[in-house]
């Protein structure tokens, strides 16, 4: 099991960034990775033995829901989050689902970018707080 504070230290890392954006920390960097790590599967990424990223998830009745996937500035911009979205996919499929789905901030204009190309689509917008959220999904192949 992930420790707490490896945890954590890799979110609010990660997530720190996006305060001047949007005014505030991120709903993930004032999570309880106590209880979410009694709740979710973690699968932490690393690169040369050193950690460099992680993905939260929680199986659903008909997706793999992705409550977080986050990656350490140092190692931003090195296709880490596609590896890690990938391996949901993997999960979710050996799962037997069809879909990932998620949720960001539409100030996000990146990560909204990546998901996008990713093949992930938008499917709802919401207003939470002083911002929107953003719902996407994407539908999954077993590829042959």
């Given at each position: 099991?992930?420790?707490?504070?490896?945890v954590?230290?890799?979110?609010?890392?990660?997530?720190?960034?996006?305060?001047?954006?949007?005014?505030?920390?991120?709903?993930?960097?004032?999570?309880?990775?106590?209880?979410?790590?009694?709740?979710?599967?973690?699968?932490?990424?690393?690169?040369?033995?050193?950690?460099?990223?992680?993905?939260?998830?929680?199986?659903?009745?008909?997706?793999?829901?992705?409550?977080?996937?986050?990656?350490?500035?140092?190692?931003?911009?090195?296709?880490?989050?596609?590896?890690l979205?990938?391996?949901?996919?993997?999960?979710?499929?050996q799962?037997?689902?069809?879909?990932?789905?998620?949720?960001?901030?539409?100030?996000?204009?990146?990560?909204?970018?990546?998901?996008?190309?990713?093949?992930?689509?938008?499917?709802?917008?919401?207003?939470?707080?002083?911002?929107?959220?953003?719902?996407?999904?994407?539908?999954?192949?077993?590829?042959?």
């Open positions: 099991m992930a420790d707490v504070t490896l954590r230290d890799i979110v609010r890392a990660a997530y720190s960034k996006w305060i001047p954006v949007i005014g505030r920390e991120p709903s993930p960097m004032k999570a309880d990775y106590d209880e979410a790590l009694q709740k979710h599967q973690f699968t932490l990424l690393y690169m040369d033995a050193e950690i460099a990223g992680l993905i939260e998830t929680t199986q659903e009745n008909d997706h793999l829901w992705i409550e977080n996937v986050c990656v350490l500035p140092a190692q931003q911009g090195r296709g880490l989050g596609k590896i979205l990938h391996r949901a996919e993997q999960m979710a499929l799962a037997g689902h069809s879909e990932t789905r998620l949720l960001t901030n539409a100030a996000f204009e990146a990560n909204i970018a990546l998901y996008q190309r990713l093949g992930y689509v938008i499917t709802e917008w919401e207003v939470y707080l002083e911002g929107t959220t953003v719902y996407m999904r994407k539908r999954l192949t077993l590829d042959l």
